[in-house]
């Protein structure tokens, strides 16, 4: 079966759909979406219950659970394979859990994606991160991602902290050690994509 490709942007949303018809019809929604330039790409501070805990397999079979991650800082990262921006971030999200892995971990969500195209995307881009299917977008449903890429930050005890629903530069943040906080930092993108070297700017650290 052949199926639609979607428009290749940031910011894509999506409403509730049935699962028969949720290829074509997300690619209606999605050439509706707000563009680039009407969504700010910063994450931003939320006080929220903690999110619906889960349970997703990855493509090996694993069931993984949201609660084995609980004592770190958290990120949950949803995405989708036809998002360029969406598969642009996953190199950085890498690099992040190079710096922040002992106070830190990623979890990529992949959202109504079909399992060999997200088995493709891996193999053209490992990640050091587990990179659970959420096939029925049951999960996101629960979350409320209404927009592909979104990023929840949540704290030790999986309580949001932060959201961002849009890409983000990754390279740009670190997690404090003591409090397990998200700090701007120093670095910027890499120089190039192939080159993991880092350019450095004047400026001090500070809390998001």
Same mark, same amino acid.
């Given at each position: 079966?052949?199926?639609?490709?979607?428009?290749?942007?940031?910011?894509?949303?999506?409403?509730?759909?049935?699962?028969?018809?949720?290829?074509?019809?997300?690619?209606?929604?999605?050439? #509706?979406?707000?563009?680039?330039?009407?969504?700010?790409?910063?994450?931003?501070?939320?006080? *929220?219950?903690?999110?619906?805990?889960?349970?997703?397999?990855?493509?090996?079979?694993?069931?993984?659970?949201?609660?084995?991650?609980?004592?770190?800082?958290?990120?949950?990262?949803?995405?989708?394979?036809?998002?360029?921006?969406?598969?642009?971030? #996953?190199?950085? #999200?890498?690099?992040?859990?190079?710096?922040?892995?002992?106070?830190?971990?990623?979890?990529?969500?992949?959202?109504?994606?079909?399992?060999?195209?997200?088995?493709?995307?891996?193999?053209?881009?490992?990640?050091?991160?587990?990179?659970?299917?959420?096939?029925?977008?049951?999960?996101?449903?629960?979350?409320?991602?209404?927009? #592909?890429?979104?990023?929840?930050?949540?704290?030790?005890?999986?309580? &949001?902290?932060?959201?961002? *629903?849009?890409?983000?530069?990754?390279?740009?943040?670190?997690?404090?050690?003591?409090? !397990?906080?998200?700090?701007?930092?120093?670095?910027?993108? &890499? *120089?190039?994509?192939?080159?993991?070297?880092?350019? *450095?700017?004047? !400026?001090?650290?500070?809390?998001?």
């Amino acid at each position: 079966m052949t199926y639609p490709s979607a428009p290749e942007f940031r910011g894509a949303q999506f409403g509730d759909i049935g699962l028969a018809f949720r290829i074509a019809i997300l690619a209606t929604f999605f050439v #509706l979406a707000f563009s680039s330039d009407s969504r700010a790409t910063e994450l931003k501070r939320i006080d *929220e219950p903690a999110k619906p805990d889960f349970s997703l397999p990855g493509l090996d079979g694993t069931t993984v659970p949201l609660k084995a991650f609980k004592g770190h800082t958290v990120l949950v990262h949803f995405f989708a394979t036809w998002c360029a921006p969406c598969r642009e971030e #996953l190199p950085a #999200l890498a690099r992040f859990l190079d710096r922040s892995a002992a106070h830190a971990s990623v979890i990529a969500v992949s959202v109504t994606d079909v399992d060999q195209r997200v088995k493709r995307v891996l193999e053209q881009t490992p990640v050091n991160f587990p990179m659970l299917l959420d096939r029925e977008r049951t999960v996101a449903k629960s979350w409320n991602v209404s927009a #592909l890429p979104t990023t929840y930050i949540l704290d030790a005890n999986l309580k &949001p902290m932060l959201v961002v *629903e849009a890409d983000f530069q990754w390279d740009t943040v670190d997690i404090e050690p003591a409090t !397990g906080k998200l700090i701007k930092n120093k670095i910027r993108e &890499p *120089e190039t994509t192939s080159d993991y070297s880092h350019q *450095e700017k004047r !400026g001090s650290d500070h809390d998001l």
